[in-house]
Every structure is written in structure tokens, then in C-alpha cells.
């Protein structure tokens, strides 16, 4: 019973450079939430995203940061000119379904991403 | 003031003690209210899921919600080594696209020695 994959683990990038960070839900949930946790700080939503649709990114940073959710294939959490500001690890979680069934949240193993 | 404050602890208590672990929050729209506990670089594991007040108990574990007092705990009983991890708590309101968005607590580091 495959969970939550997230791919890669780790991620260097430099500044200026692109960082992509990508999800595959456990099978049979068709939503995804991106979460970043800050060294020394708890996570903080991010974005929420159903198949083809962005629910509430409430959570993103208004520059640089863009999520998707495609028909096929896995979310993917995208950073443009990434700072050293982004330094995190980036967990996506999936629930099953809608209304309350939502909150039981499945998270990956998550994205380390460095900036250096 | 952060919607929901956990002390960061760290929290070191020896095998077999009773470990509890505690949240307070100021959304009273918040309704649900979850345990994951997160080992060193993984992800964040569902411990606990609870829907308003009341208590709710799972083997070594029991969750109580105070929606009166905003304030939940976790209780951890005959704790063992392998509970060495950050637990956080977080929380979710009802009604449309808010069930999924959790607010989460700074998180407790627990280690328990032998």
C-alpha cells in the first residue's frame, strides 16, 4: 500500500535557479495539500488542490511560488528564483474525499530543499 | 499571538513514565483537532483524530479536547524509547474547503530514555 510519494528527498539548488517538488497522492485521493516547515517552526499550509483545480492557496508567498494538480500525473510545488529564504522541507499530504473526511491527512516523507 | 501554541519542550522523561502533551489555541471555529507524531526528517504519521470535545483512546495513547478552555492534550502511558519524536498537534474548522487546512502546533521534541 504505496503512501504518499514525494520526490526527490533532497534538493540543492542554487540562487536564481528553479526548484520543482513533486507529489503522487496515496491511490484513490484526489486531494492534495503542500505544507513547508521552517527550521524550528511548525508547518504552515501552503495550498490546497484538487485534480485540475487550486482550492485555497491562501498559504503561498504571492511571488514565485506556483502549485499544480494535473489530470495526469503528480502535484508539483514550483519555486522560480529560489532564495536562501526557501531553505525548508516541503511536505504534501492527501486526503480521500470531501467534507470532514479531509481532515484524516496522509503526509509523505517530504522535500529538503537547500538553497546554497 | 499564534492561532495555536505548543510548547516546544524539549521534554526528556525516563521508560514507563506518563508523558502528556499539551495545545492551546484561539480559533473557536476549530473543530477537529489531530496528533501526528514526526521522527527525525520524516513526514509528519497520524496518531490521533478527534472531533470536538471529549476524549478518545487508542492503546497507549489517549487524545482529550476542552473546547470550552481551548485546550487539548495527549497522553502517552508506560512511554517507551521508540516515542523519541516531535509531536505536533494541529487543528481544522468545518464547512467547505476549510476541513483539510490544518494549523499546526510549534511541536513538542519527547525523548524517553531507558
Known amino acids: 500500500n504505496a503512501g504518499v510519494m514525494q520526490n526527490p528527498r533532497h534538493l540543492v539548488r542554487r540562487r536564481g535557479q528553479e526548484a520543482r517538488l513533486r507529489c503522487s497522492p496515496m491511490?484513490?485521493?484526489?486531494?492534495v495539500y503542500w505544507y513547508r516547515q521552517l527550521p524550528e517552526e511548525g508547518l504552515k499550509f501552503m495550498v490546497y488542490?484538487?485534480?485540475?483545480?487550486?482550492?485555497?492557496e491562501s498559504g503561498m508567498p504571492k511571488e514565485r511560488f506556483s502549485a499544480e494538480f494535473p489530470k495526469e500525473g503528480p502535484s508539483i510545488l514550483r519555486i522560480q528564483q529560489v532564495v536562501r529564504g526557501d531553505s525548508a522541507a516541503y511536505f504534501c499530504?492527501?486526503?480521500?474525499?470531501?467534507?470532514?473526511?479531509?481532515?484524516?491527512?496522509?503526509f509523505g516523507q517530504g522535500t529538503r530543499l537547500t538553497v546554497v | 499571538q499564534k492561532e495555536v501554541e505548543q510548547d516546544p519542550g524539549p521534554l526528556s522523561v525516563p521508560e514507563g513514565a506518563i508523558v502528556s502533551l499539551n495545545c492551546t489555541y484561539s480559533n473557536s471555529a476549530f473543530q477537529y483537532f489531530m496528533w501526528y507524531r514526526q521522527y527525525s526528517r520524516k513526514g509528519p504519521e497520524l496518531l490521533m483524530y478527534?472531533?470536538?470535545?471529549g476524549n478518545k483512546e487508542d492503546g497507549r495513547f489517549t487524545a482529550q479536547v476542552d473546547k470550552s478552555s481551548k485546550y487539548i492534550s495527549l497522553f502517552i502511558r508506560d512511554s517507551q524509547p521508540s516515542d523519541s519524536a516531535t509531536y505536533l498537534c494541529?487543528?481544522?474548522?468545518?464547512?467547505?474547503?476549510?476541513?483539510?487546512?490544518?494549523?499546526f502546533g510549534q511541536g513538542t521534541i519527547l525523548t524517553v530514555h531507558p
Open positions: 491511490k484513490g485521493h484526489s486531494h
Open positions: 494541529a487543528m481544522s474548522s468545518a464547512g467547505g474547503t476549510s476541513y483539510g487546512k490544518l494549523t
Open positions: 499530504a492527501s486526503s480521500p474525499g470531501e467534507g470532514p473526511m479531509n481532515t484524516e491527512a496522509f
Open positions: 478527534t472531533y470536538s470535545s
Open positions: 488542490l484538487q485534480k485540475e483545480n487550486i482550492i485555497d
